[in-house]
């Protein structure tokens, strides 16, 4: 019976989809949280379960604002805090075992690697699942809802968050759910349905505050997809109404929790961590601009984020290219609600480039790519593979073939992103003359350390300067295995049995994909 049973898992897309995804996160983590960013929010989960504070006093000014009381504060939201809390908690312990005793304080640590497989691991695999379901729900089929699926987890950027642990894939999570089920209750009128994708919506607002665009963008979906199937008169208006009687309330608790966290951090609940460090960088430079942090020209963040070889959304993610042009040759084809999602997501993105193009860090900074729109960016570039095979046949041979090329170009991009720790180029890039063609400086990279070129880096000197322990990291491939093996603290039998887990990961990543393909061709016989 469980042999049988075990045989039906392996026949079904979409347990196949689950295990890939989490093989794959398995496969591409280097036991880091990959930026301070996260490792700051992971210490605010720490600090609600201890007595540790939310932030060091030796990591003043670089981080941290004064809050009530004169105590040192994180700046972040609550929402990836919470997410990290059950893993903190466990990785705390585990830790703590006399198994470790000898490895504690070392990087990375047990605790770190712990948070990073167990969340990053969860979250694609809740995030294939959900992806799978709202292209179905869009009508797509099975072979198109799967190939779109492994398109995100693989060709997007989508891939490298899931090695760098950011707030970015949880927030694209949250506001795919919160589309998937608020949609479910547009066609079904379940009210379970729009509850779900509310509070799905609202705990993106504990993450990022600027995830309020997201909630907008549910509702201009819905208003969307009603107005281009012909919704209107009472129908329409009541369908409004009740959207707003169960909706509105969920978003507004959400917003109080919020703002009782500020009130607790900073005393006000009118404010936002923004202004609160804008007060203390004036106090402490004050030559700073009067509209500090939003004091960047609009044509630089704006213009930045679309064309600049550092972080255009288009080099970063091919897939956009590959939407775009499907949208102006098969624009006709496309049914009301994939149209409704299009220009949806098209003002979201457009509405995330403007909002942080007079950001004083418009380009997210110590990032790949412009982390602060790339969420969006994988949005739109969703259903880019799945209308692809859906419209094959009718759009001609050079529109397949130049999109399978965008596919594969996006492929390699996301997986050269793993290759090593995120600031590598940017380093480089501080030597003058030197290419700010981050995506080419990364194939050189690759290169050259896979041919043991180190000294074409041309990082040694200045990268020993700034931080020995930068050092360390930039010099080796970002996986567990051989990070653990480059910092030279772990047993040799750790190391050992490091690389011979993430093998057997890569093979049965392999197998799992092959039987995918397998099993979507029996379905197109099928069929």
């Known amino acids: 019976m469980m042999i049988h049973r075990i045989r039906c898992w392996f026949r079904d897309p979409l347990f196949l989809l689950a295990l890939a995804a989490s093989l794959v996160a398995c496969a591409v983590q280097s036991g880091e949280l990959g930026s301070s960013d996260t490792q700051h929010r992971l210490q605010s989960s720490h600090a609600l379960w201890t007595a540790e504070p939310p932030v060091f006093p030796q990591e003043y000014p670089e981080f941290g604002v004064h809050g009530r009381d004169g105590k040192l504060q994180s700046w972040y ?40 497989y167990t969340i990053n691991v969860l979250v694609s695999v809740l995030t294939s699942l959900v992806c799978f379901r709202f292209l179905r729900q869009l009508c797509f089929g099975v072979k198109q809802s799967v190939a779109g699926v492994l398109a995100v987890l693989l060709a997007t950027t989508h891939l490298h968050y899931t090695q760098n642990m950011m707030e970015n ?20 009128g379940k ?18 505050l600027t995830t309020g665009m997201d909630l907008l963008a549910g509702a201009l979906f819905l208003l969307f997809a009603m107005g281009f199937d012909g919704i209107r008169g009472s129908i329409f208006w009541n369908r409004c109404r009740s959207y707003i009687a169960i909706a509105l309330p969920i978003y507004a608790c959400f917003g109080l929790i919020d703002r009782l966290y500020q ?67 098969a624009w006709k084809r496309f049914s009301p609600v994939i149209k409704a999602y299009v220009i949806t997501t098209c003002l979201l993105l457009l509405a995330y480039i403007s909002f942080y193009a007079r950001y004083t860090v418009w380009s997210g900074d110590f990032a790949w790519g412009d982390r602060y729109v790339s969420t969006t960016v994988q949005l739109v570039a969703l259903l880019s593979v799945p209308l692809l ?76 300067t700034r931080d020995p322990w930068d050092y360390v990291h930039i010099t080796t491939w970002n996986f567990l295995p051989f990070l653990l093996r480059r910092v030279g603290v772990a047993p040799p039998w750790i190391v050992h049995l490091a690389f011979a887990a993430w093998s057997v990961v890569l093979v049965a990543l392999a197998g799992v994909l092959w039987q995918i393909q397998r099993v979507l061709a029996r379905l197109s016989e099928v069929s």
């Open 77 to 116: 939201g609550l929402g990836q805090s919470l997410l990290l809390l059950p893993a903190d908690v466990i990785g705390t312990y585990l830790e703590r075992l006399p198994a470790f005793a000898n490895y504690n304080g070392n990087d990375p640590s047990v605790g770190n690697i712990f948070v990073s």
């Open 169 to 188: 894939n949880y927030i694209f999570l949250l506001t795919l759910t919160g589309l998937s089920y608020q949609y479910e209750w547009l066609h079904t």
């Open 191 to 208: 009210r379970r349905a729009l509850i779900i994708g509310s509070c799905a919506f609202g705990l993106n607002l504990l993450t990022r």
């Open 263 to 329: 009130f607790y951090r900073f005393g006000s609940f009118f404010n936002t961590y923004v202004s609160v460090i804008a007060r203390e960088a004036r106090l402490r430079n004050p030559g700073l601009a009067a509209g500090y942090p939003f004091e960047n020209p609009f044509r630089i963040g704006f213009f930045g984020a679309l064309f600049t070889p550092q972080k255009s959304i288009f080099i970063f993610d091919p897939l956009l290219i590959l939407m775009l042009l499907l949208a102006v040759v």
């Open 389 to 464: 095979l859906r419209h094959r046949y009718e759009l001609g041979k050079p529109i397949w073939i130049l999109g399978l090329a965008l596919l594969a170009i996006s492929t390699v991009i996301q997986t050269a992103s793993l290759a090593f720790w995120l600031p590598l180029e940017l380093y480089q890039m501080e030597t003058p003359g030197r290419s700010t063609f981050v995506v080419a400086l990364r194939m050189k990279n690759i290169v050259a350390f896979a041919l043991g070129k180190m000294d074409a880096w041309g990082l040694s000197n200045q990268a020993m």
